[in-house]
Each structure stands twice: as structure tokens, then as C-alpha cells.
């Protein structure tokens, strides 16, 4: 890493770099290049403005949220018992203020509801019934859980429950760099299909599942939440970033440690303190797309 005073000087380039879950499925790879593209073009018309980071992952995870195509918010899976509970975090890398809610129903927006535990400075993480009330203190609008259920996760229900066979689920997120040098990282998912009432993956841990350090970088995980709990991944993978230097080499150390040493599959986005991006996955597909000053449209790498 530059010293101090070289790092002053050094270019920051704001860049956005969206996910849409390394659980994806390769036949509907049409429908997600859409949905990722129209996300992180929602985050970088904010950066393009000169808007901050953490508006702008907020803005593309949600929506990547209201497309029912992701697995979050609207289209998220549903448990064991048919009902659907979210998970979300948010996190700005300068002051290291994060906010988290998990097993939550009832708001179309979870990681909104993280952006105001985050706000709020006293919480980092809420769960269940307690998260809910604090996103109806904070204003934000409810909704029927019922009407974030689709028929596609309806008929994936029924599915699991006659031969449980798949444990992937898919996540989404966002990291970008603004103009001021700050760093912002979301992540948000329904989880994993079946899973049991009231289960947690790595999407509402700050340093598994999201991280954001301005001076580092930040990071959106995906995959197989307990094994991504298991390395802290998105912790780890910017101390290769550190060591390495290299976004792209960085991603791809830290799936590898998921999978020798986690005991799973998934993949993950990165931007470092300059702006480079960076993505890695061990599986078949992480629909990807990135925007910055240096492209006329977003690259969609898949």
C-alpha cells in the first residue's frame, strides 16, 4: 500500500460494482444481465452527480430488490414454513458505521431498514419482530409479506418440500467509491430456500457477508451463508487486497479460501480505495455489472 502522502495525491476513480447472487441460474442469464445493469445504473447516476457511496449501494440494492428476478426483497426465497424472512447490511468505510436487520417480513426494503439502524447510531444489528418495529418507528411503509411471495418461489417451495435437493439461494449487493474517497458496501438476501425460521446467513454480518474500509476497500459476498460465516469472508478478502494490491487477484484468494477452507461455494464483488473493481466466484454464474467515468455503458461480464 502507497504511503500516506501518495495516497493523498492518487487518483480515486467513483465506480459501482452490483451482484445478483452466485446461486443463479446460467437459463435465465438474459433476464438477470438486465436486472443487474438497470441496478448499478440507479447507484451511478447518484455517483455521476457527485453523490455519496452509501446513497448510491442503497439505491442499487433496492433495486435489485424490487426485481423480481433476485433473491431479495420482492422474490426472496421462503423458509421451511413458506414464509419469507430477509436479511440486509450496510456499511460506510470512513467512520466504520454499519447497520444490519435479519429475519425480517413486512417491508419491501430491507436494506433501507439497515440504512437506518446504521443512521441511528446506537444498533448495528436487529432482528425479527424487533427490526420491524424499528423500520415502522423510522417510517418506513409495510407491506403483506404475502405480497413479496412469487409465483416462481411458490412453486420452488413446493419443489423443495418433495425432494430438498438445493441449498443455494443467491444474494445481491452493491460496493462503490464516491468523489470524497468513501467507500460503501450492501448486501441483502432472502436467504437460503427451506431454510429453518428464524436462520441467519452471512448478508446481516458485518465482515462476513459485507465490509467497507475507506483506506482498504469494500465488499459484498454471496453463496453459502454459514460457510461464508466460517472465514468472515469479506473481512479476509480485503486483507488480501491489502497484501496483494490487485482487486480481481484479491477476489479470487478469498473464494478460494471459501471453498478449501469454508466448506462452500460463492463468489464475491470488491472496489478498492482507487476504484478498481474486482469479482471472483466459484460457481457457475454471479451476474455482475460495473459503471464508472471510463465507460459509456455498464460492463456486464457474463
Not at 5 to 22: K, L, M, S, W
Not at 121 to 147: K, N, Q
Not at 234 to 245: E, G, P, S, V
Not at 255 to 269: R, S, T
Request: hydrophobic share 45%.
Amino acid at each position: 500500500m502507497p504511503p500516506s502522502a501518495d495516497r493523498a495525491q492518487a487518483p480515486r476513480v467513483p465506480t459501482i460494482i452490483v451482484h445478483g447472487g452466485a446461486g443463479a441460474n446460467p437459463a435465465d442469464a438474459g433476464e438477470f444481465r438486465q436486472g443487474v445493469r438497470a441496478a448499478v445504473l440507479a447507484g451511478w447516476r447518484l455517483l455521476a452527480a457527485g453523490g455519496s457511496a452509501l446513497d448510491a449501494v442503497e439505491a442499487a440494492v433496492r433495486a435489485l430488490e424490487d426485481d423480481p428476478q433476485f433473491n431479495a426483497g420482492r422474490g426472496s426465497v421462503l423458509n421451511r414454513d413458506g414464509a419469507i424472512e430477509m436479511d440486509a447490511s450496510i456499511m460506510e468505510g470512513d467512520r466504520l458505521q454499519c447497520g444490519a436487520v435479519a429475519a425480517l417480513a413486512g417491508v419491501a426494503n430491507p436494506i433501507t431498514a439497515a440504512r437506518r439502524v446504521l443512521e441511528s447510531r446506537r444498533h448495528v444489528l436487529l432482528v425479527g419482530d424487533g427490526a420491524l418495529a424499528f423500520a415502522r418507528a423510522a417510517g418506513i411503509p409495510e407491506c403483506d409479506p404475502a405480497s413479496l411471495v412469487t409465483d416462481r418461489q411458490r412453486k420452488r417451495h413446493a419443489e423443495l418440500a418433495r425432494q430438498p435437493v438445493s441449498r443455494s439461494g443467491g444474494t445481491v449487493g452493491a460496493v462503490a467509491l464516491d468523489r470524497a474517497g468513501t467507500i460503501a458496501a450492501a448486501t441483502s438476501t432472502g436467504g437460503t430456500p427451506g431454510k429453518l425460521p428464524g436462520r441467519v446467513g452471512d448478508s446481516a454480518l458485518i465482515g462476513a457477508g459485507t465490509y467497507a474500509d475507506s483506506s482498504l476497500g469494500g465488499v459484498s459476498c454471496t453463496g453459502d451463508g454459514e460457510a461464508i460465516v466460517r472465514v468472515v469472508l469479506a473481512h479476509r478478502a480485503l486483507a488480501y487486497l491489502k497484501d496483494a494490491d490487485d482487486p480481481d487477484y484479491a477476489a479470487k484468494v478469498a473464494v478460494d479460501l471459501l471453498v478449501d477452507e469454508g466448506g462452500g461455494q460463492g463468489g464475491l464483488i470488491l472496489v478498492d480505495w482507487r476504484g478498481r473493481a474486482g469479482f471472483a466466484t466459484s460457481t457457475r454464474l454471479m451476474p455482475v455489472a460495473i459503471m464508472s467515468p471510463t465507460l459509456d455503458e455498464p460492463r456486464v461480464p457474463f
